[in-house]
Antibody, heavy 124, light 111 residues
Framework: QVQLQESGPGLVKPSQTLSLTCTVSGGSISSGDYYWSWIRQPPGKGLEWIGYIYYSGSTYYNPSLKSRVTISVDTSKNQFSLKLSSVTAADTAVYYC????????????????WGQGTMVTVSS | QSALTQPASVSGSPGQSITISCTGTSSDVGGYNYVSWYQQHPGKAPKLMIYEVSNRPSGVSNRFSGSKSGNTASLTISGLQAEDEADYYCSSYTSSSTLEVFGGGTKLTVL
């Protein structure tokens, strides 16, 4: 049973960098069968896909956040991470990591497994 | 404003059936069979209910079904139960640079 667990600071100051890690258990990131994504949800609002990484290190980011986002993978630790720079109050959200089946040509299939989510507040 | 359009709310009585629509464009819902539906209870992570338009993951009740016609996908829940009360989100792969788009969510109330 694959599980995902987000971790990181719950409070980040404006203009600083938000850093989160997703630990995968019960399966290997290196299997090559999945894309590993970050998705966020501002309080009371809908879902926004941030970007994904493949085990090889290949990434794709939502253009609306691309200039501020970096997603990386550490296969030795079975983890992938999110960095979001120059944060503002608009980045306050629950951040989820999620898995989707690998489909060639960078097509995203459904997110079949999600972490429980971690709330990040941007405030001084 | 979300890329996919869903009704803000729907309601139904126990035992009834309801349908939630999700309208996009030919660049997303209408052009690909990568439409998914998620159920989200308050304070919980979304749960995949339907993938690739009409497929149910293992463990999801067969009371949940999905379909698509043109640029509009639909989620139907039959035999409504109290535990179905939740927010429902659709999503789709898109050929635009955004790659993945979500609907704004629909709040289902079981009366």
């Amino acid at each position: 049973q694959v599980q995902l667990q987000e971790s990181g600071p719950g409070l980040v100051k404006p203009s600083q960098t938000l850093s989160l890690t997703c630990t995968v258990s019960g399966g290997s990131i290196s299997s090559g069968d999945y894309y590993w994504s970050w998705i966020r949800q501002p309080p009371g609002k809908g879902l926004e896909w941030i970007g994904y990484i493949y085990y090889s290190g290949s990434t794709y980011y939502n253009p609306s956040l691309k200039s501020r986002v970096t997603i990386s993978v550490d296969t030795s630790k079975n983890q992938f991470s999110l960095k979001l720079s120059s944060v503002t109050a608009a980045d306050t959200a629950v951040y989820y990591c999620a898995r989707s089946k690998f489909v060639p040509a960078a097509i995203l299939d459904a997110f079949d497994i999600w972490g429980q989510g971690t709330m990040v507040t941007v405030s001084s | 404003q979300s890329a996919l359009t869903q009704p803000a709310s729907v309601s139904g009585s126990p035992g009834q059936s309801i349908t939630i629509s999700c309208t996009g464009t030919s660049s997303d819902v209408g052009g690909y069979n990568y439409v998914s539906w998620y159920q989200q209870h308050p304070g919980k992570a979304p749960k995949l209910m339907i993938y690739e338009v009409s497929n149910r993951p293992s463990g999801v009740s067969n009371r949940f079904s999905g379909s698509k016609s043109g640029n509009t996908a639909s989620l139907t829940i039959s035999g409504l139960q109290a535990e179905d009360e939740a927010d429902y989100y659709c999503s789709s792969y898109t050929s635009s640079s955004t790659l993945e788009v979500f609907g704004g969510g629909t709040k289902l109330t079981v009366l």
